[in-house]
């Protein structure tokens, strides 16, 4: 799988998100301050990654700033982009499910290396939810 993947410094887990996903045989695609030729502010780095996705470059996105909070903002406002951000396993396991989350959002400041892996772990594995109600929500998203 391609995987976009966004940092606005190279604090924390960023350089993990990197290893981590190559380890378990995903194409990366760097952006912000894991790219010597871009802006690393977390707005344009998050953006590009989630255009990545939005226009079939990468399968999914990995964006990561202090909080999250910001990185997951930016690649929403990209059309097509659902970003969640995650603190855990659990959460990552039910914006996969739930939402159809193609983005996912982690917080450089809060996220071990042990939660990095957990949580990549369960997005990885997660699968859209084919429950009709599930469905709905999700296909009303890219109506809002």
Do not use: F
């Amino acid at each position: 799988m391609r995987i976009s993947v966004a940092a606005d410094s190279l604090d924390g887990v960023a350089e993990q998100v990197v290893t981590a996903l190559r380890e378990r045989g995903h194409e990366v695609i760097p952006h912000g301050a894991l790219s010597a030729e871009e802006r690393d502010d977390w707005a344009w780095a998050s953006e590009s990654a989630a255009r990545d996705v939005s226009e079939g470059r990468a399968d999914q996105a990995v964006v990561c700033c202090w909080t999250g909070t910001g990185a997951s903002i930016a690649a929403n406002k990209v059309p097509g982009v659902r970003a969640a951000l995650c603190v855990d396993a659990y959460t990552a396991d039910g914006a996969r499910k739930w939402n159809d989350a193609n983005a996912l959002a982690i917080s450089l400041r809060l996220t071990s290396a042990v939660m990095l892996d957990e949580i990549l772990d369960a997005w990885l594995a997660g699968r859209p939810s084919t429950d009709s109600a599930d469905r709905a929500n999700v296909a009303h998203l890219g109506e809002i």
